[in-house]
């Protein structure tokens, strides 16, 4: 019973690992293929753009 809950509790975390991973490997595949003045041109424009 006890290996049931600690399966269950650990989905969140497993979960935000993936999406942790998944942020990770777009920020690298955008620094790759831009390369870092326009990467970070990009970034900071859409900071702009949402912020003001």
Not at 30 to 41: D, K, R, S
């Amino acid at each position: 019973m006890s290996e049931a809950i600690t399966t269950r509790s650990a989905v969140p975390i497993v979960l935000a690992a993936t999406v942790a991973g998944l942020i990770l490997a777009g920020t690298v595949a955008l620094w790759a293929h831009y390369g870092t003045t326009v990467f970070f041109e990009m970034i900071r424009a859409g900071f702009v753009a949402c912020f003001g």
